[in-house]
C-alpha cells in the first residue's frame, strides 16, 4: 500500500452515519479533506438502495460511486458528474417469486426494491422506521407473485420485524442459499443476488478507476463488510461491531464516536488543528 489511501469505501448504516442516522461533523470534514487535499475517490459500498444513498451523499458534501443493494448495482462517478453502470445484478424472478411464497405467512414486515421503487407490505411500524432511517418513501402494496411480474427486475427484499420471527423465515430460506445472499442482522433480514456481494463490487469499482486494492481503506460493521475489510490495503471494523475480521482489520471507535473520521485523519495526514 502506499503511503496514503487513494480510495476510500464507505458501509453507511453502522459505520459513515451515528446512530442518529447523521454523519457526525468531524468525520464528514475528514472525508471533505481527503478529497480536498489528497484527490481520494469515495465509493459507498451500501445494502441501501441509489435514492437513500443519493441523500447520504449529499449531507457528505462529496460526490462518490455507488455500490448499492449490497453490490448489485455498480455505478462510477464520470468527470461530469454522470454515473457510469459497471454491472447490474438483480435477482432471478423465481428466487424472489420462491422466497416470497415461503415468507407469506410469516409475521414480518415485507419489502422488495426495485431499480427506482420500494415496495412494502404496510405503511406500519417496520415501514414507518425504514422510511424514516433512509428518506425514502415507499408504495404500498400486496408483496406476492403478481407484483413480482409487474415491476420488473428486483434487486432486493427485506424482512423487518422481531429477531425471533426472522430467525425461522431465514432457516425456510436456506433452499435458495445457492443463489440468494442473505444478511441477517437483529430486526432486519436482506437479501440480493447470491453472485452480488460487497468485495466484488468493490473490486470492479477500483479495477475501473485504475486503482489497487492495496489503495483502498475500507470501513464497514457487519459480516456482510467483512470481505472487503479483509481483502483491502487498509481495513477497518467500527467499534459498534458484533463480528470478527481478520487480525490485520484495524479496529476503530464507535459510529457514533467518529470512528470513520479518526481512521482518516490517521491515514490522511494534516497540520489543521485537531477538532473532533
Known amino acids: 500500500m502506499t503511503n496514503t489511501p ?144 409487474a415491476i420488473g427486475p428486483v434487486y432486493k427484499i427485506m424482512f423487518r420485524g422481531e429477531p425471533a420471527d426472522l430467525a425461522i423465515l431465514a432457516d425456510a430460506l436456506a433452499p435458495f442459499a445457492d443463489r440468494a445472499y442473505a444478511h441477517f442482522a437483529g430486526r432486519v433480514l436482506e437479501i440480493v443476488s447470491a453472485s452480488a456481494v460487497k468485495l466484488p463490487a468493490l473490486e470492479t469499482l477500483s479495477a475501473h478507476f485504475g486503482i489497487a486494492m492495496a489503495d483502498v481503506l475500507a470501513f464497514g460493521d457487519t459480516s456482510a463488510d467483512v470481505g472487503m475489510l479483509e481483502a483491502a490495503g487498509r481495513g477497518v471494523l467500527m467499534g459498534n461491531a458484533v463480528v470478527d475480521a481478520a487480525p490485520h482489520v484495524e479496529r476503530t471507535l464507535t459510529n457514533d464516536e467518529d470512528g470513520v473520521g479518526m481512521i482518516v485523519r490517521k491515514y490522511f495526514p494534516t497540520g489543521r488543528p485537531f477538532r473532533p
Open 6 to 149: 487513494a480510495a476510500i469505501a464507505l458501509d453507511i448504516d453502522g459505520t459513515l452515519i451515528g446512530s442518529d442516522k447523521r454523519i457526525p461533523a468531524f468525520t464528514r470534514s475528514e472525508i471533505q479533506r481527503a478529497v480536498d487535499e489528497y484527490g481520494a475517490r469515495v465509493f459507498f459500498v451500501t445494502a441501501r438502495g441509489p435514492q437513500s444513498t443519493a441523500v447520504i451523499e449529499e449531507h457528505l458534501g462529496v460526490a462518490g460511486s455507488y455500490a448499492t443493494f449490497g453490490g448489485s448495482l455498480v455505478w462510477a462517478r464520470t468527470s461530469d458528474g454522470a454515473f457510469e453502470t459497471l454491472s447490474e445484478t438483480s435477482l432471478d424472478d423465481d428466487i424472489v417469486r420462491g422466497i416470497l411464497a415461503a415468507a407469506a405467512d410469516a409475521p414480518v414486515h415485507k419489502g422488495i426494491y426495485t431499480h427506482e421503487t420500494w415496495y412494502v407490505s404496510a405503511l406500519d411500524y417496520w415501514g414507518l422506521r425504514e422510511a424514516r432511517n433512509t428518506a425514502v418513501w415507499p408504495e404500498v402494496a400486496p408483496i406476492d407473485a403478481t407484483l413480482v411480474d
